[in-house]
């Protein structure tokens, strides 16, 4: 692709109805301009590239034809969103993308009006949509209602839910499949190959050839003759398809590149104001940047890069990432115990896995976007005797909680959960944070709840998780790099319920649970050389808790302190929880829990997010102060 070297027409849109303005001949030189800002902002501020990429052409052509924001467009996931902020209003604040005090990666309704409902996970689109259709006709102020989905969405049930329903209402809500074959990874499951049936079938090809005639035939009067020639948009059907068994009115596939496609049917979905329509619409993600078409994930999520060649500036990573030794630990608990299988949700490389597809390929299972399902085929795995490790990341095992406490933990079935992206995660924000899972999950009786301290704790508890057959067992860690400790070849089994002692102290004790015990180990020194002689504890368990180890900290020191990247209700409340009744906070132990604040952080650096919540080093010795009455400093000294 050649960058345009002008946005002459992406000078003249602040706003959609700017856009409607804009002459239908026009529209590819500005596809190609807000493609060419995109690439530009994103280049320098990294994210999701490629989905946008995709979405350009039809993006456009939604503002074009309806007049949002009273009429509501409703991004699924939200990777897709930037060219709409583009044409929303935030052109200029492109620079700030996931950044610090920046624009969101996701629409969010707190930022536009043009964002009617916020998005960070998939398969929420068709819902929200329906629900706004129907509090239209409730309040009687008729609006179009435009939910965006992707195909990689469509594997979620919650996603047909909406489809039923829709169509049982029979409810006026436009609902456009964004079929580009691509989730995050290649997209697995029927519907993925019933979908590309569709795409490369007989009738899509026909008509996009049908297009190409008319456009070289009539040239300008290509929209109207189009409109003539087809008698409204039911001339792009593909007929007795799924969607109108739903009771949709199913208008597709057509080429999300050609805006002689899209508008005269976009045009057509508007007019024709009688119940639900589906508009299966077929796009290339990455689309008209040739180093993202080239890539095999399309450029999905980039760091900074070259716009010329694409490269990306990644920093050299001074230790291995937590992902990448799970990885390399449960390979090696693979190589160990053929019972050991390994279940992704769509997220493969996201969660290390593909390392374990390339060695054992029939040993994994993608199930795509599906975490309900995850869950409970897990434990079907379980109960026949395989090992499963159901690998998600924090906020996506949120969407299976339910099968988690039904499917797996009543029935105490051994499933294993490596739960990946604890803590905070940056730039995602609050609607990928790994905040709750610790509290989730350590309610739950007979629930083993483990969290690394490092990496070579994140190997142990690997091999744990796989000897351990009692009941379902789950271990944390977060996002990036470890810490850079010595590794083994293979991991320790851990005895269930036993913390560990990193150093001994006599005054503070400060009792982690998971990575912010290398802040522990900081913080002790500044205590240490304050005089405040400091016991650090890793914790490892929530659930069973060391009730030995919480004993001798508790009778041995005047201050306990519990520090988690957790959201409040977790590891610390059930220590507290067995302080009390053992009768343990009766004789002045002065205990402080540290958290993180029960607010949705937003966006940043996860360190300056950690320091933000007051769980780093000068957090920690800031509270110990506190707690003593007395006062620090952040600069690590004391007065």
């Known amino acids: 692709m050649t960058l345009p070297s002008k946005t002459s027409i992406l000078d003249r849109i602040r706003l959609p109805e700017d856009l409607r303005e804009i002459h239908d001949r026009d529209l590819p030189q500005l596809a190609e301009e807000v493609r060419a800002e995109m690439i530009s902002s994103v280049s320098r501020t990294g994210g999701h590239l490629g989905a946008g990429l995709g979405v350009v052409e039809l993006t456009i052509a939604i503002h074009k034809v309806f007049n949002t924001p009273d009429d509501r467009l409703i991004f699924d996931v939200g990777h897709q969103c930037y060219p709409h902020k583009i044409l929303t209003g935030r052109r200029e604040r492109m620079g700030t993308l996931r950044q610090e005090n920046g624009i969101s990666g996701f629409t969010r309704r707190a930022e536009s009006e043009y964002d009617p409902f916020g998005a960070g996970h998939s398969s929420t689109s068709i819902s929200a949509g329906l629900g706004m259709a129907v509090a239209s006709k409730l309040q009687d102020r008729p609006r179009n209602v435009i939910s965006v989905i992707g195909d990689g969405a469509m594997s979620a049930g919650m996603a047909y839910e909406a489809l039923n329903n829709a169509g049982a209402l029979g409810a006026r809500q436009i609902v456009i499949l964004n079929d580009n074959d691509m989730s995050i990874a290649r997209p697995t499951g029927a519907m993925s190959a019933y979908l590309a049936r569709l795409a490369s079938g007989k009738t899509y090809l026909e ?36 969607f109108e068994e739903l009771g949709f009115y199913h208008i597709g596939p057509i080429d999300g590149h050609s805006f002689d496609h899209l508008l005269p049917v976009l045009r057509n979905a508007r007019d024709n104001a009688r119940g639900p329509v589906l508009i299966h619409v077929v796009t290339q993600k990455g689309k008209g940047y040739a180093p993202a078409e080239a890539a095999a ?49 769509a997220m493969p490389s996201g969660t290390g896995l593909d390392k374990f597809e390339e060695i054992y390929p029939s040993r994994i299972f993608d199930v795509g976007i599906a975490e309900q399902h995850a869950v409970t085929f897990a434990a079907g795995l379980a109960s026949e005797g395989i090992k499963p490790f159901c690998a998600l990341y924090s906020t996506f095992l949120q969407r299976g909680y339910d099968q988690v406490v039904h499917d797996v933990a009543i029935q105490g079935l051994p499933v294993r959960f490596p739960i990946d992206r604890a803590g905070f995660v940056g730039a995602d924000g609050p609607t990928h944070a790994g905040s709750f899972d610790t509290t989730y999950l350590a309610t739950l009786p007979g629930f083993v709840v483990m969290a690394a301290g490092d990496e070579a704790e994140l190997m142990h508890m690997v ?58 180990r900081e913080a002790a020194t500044v205590l240490n050389a304050a005089g405040l002689s400091t016991t650090v504890a890793d914790a490892r368990f929530a659930k069973p808790l ?33 302080l009390a009744n053992e009768g343990l906070l009766d004789h002045g132990l002065r205990v402080r829990q540290m958290v993180l604040p029960d607010i949705w952080m937003e966006q940043a650096k996860p360190e300056d997010m950690y320091a933000k919540a007051g769980l780093d080093r000068d957090g920690i010795v800031e509270t110990v102060f506190r707690a003593l009455g007395r006062h620090g400093v952040s600069t690590g000294t004391v007065g």
Do not use: W
């Open 297 to 345: 994930d399309k450029c999905h999520a980039v760091s900074r890069f070259d716009v010329v060649t694409g490269h990306q500036a990644k920093a050299k990573p001074n230790a291995p990432s937590y992902t990448s030794v799970f990885a390399k630990a449960l390979i090696e608990e693979a190589r160990n115990d053929k019972d050991v299988v390994a279940i992704t949700a």
């Open 463 to 520: 091999r744990t998780a796989a000897a351990y057959d009692e009941g379902p067992i789950s271990f944390r860690y977060p996002r990036g790099e470890g810490t850079g400790v010595v590794l083994p070849e293979r991991g320790e089994i851990l005895e269930i319920g036993k913390g560990r002692i990193i150093s001994e102290g006599s005054k503070v004790a400060l009792l982690s649970f998971g990575t912010r015990l290398g802040e522990c």
């Open 207 to 242: 008509v996009r050839d049908f297009g190409k005639r008319l456009t070289s035939y009539l040239g300008k009067s290509i929209e109207s003759a189009i409109s003539r020639a087809v008698g409204h948009a039911r001339g792009y059907v593909t007929g007795g398809t799924m």
């Open 546 to 578: 060391d009730h030995d180890l919480i004993r001798q900290l508790a009778a041995h020191h005047e201050v306990l302190v519990t520090i988690e990247e957790g959201a409040v209700g977790g590891f610390g409340a059930h220590v507290v929880q067995f």
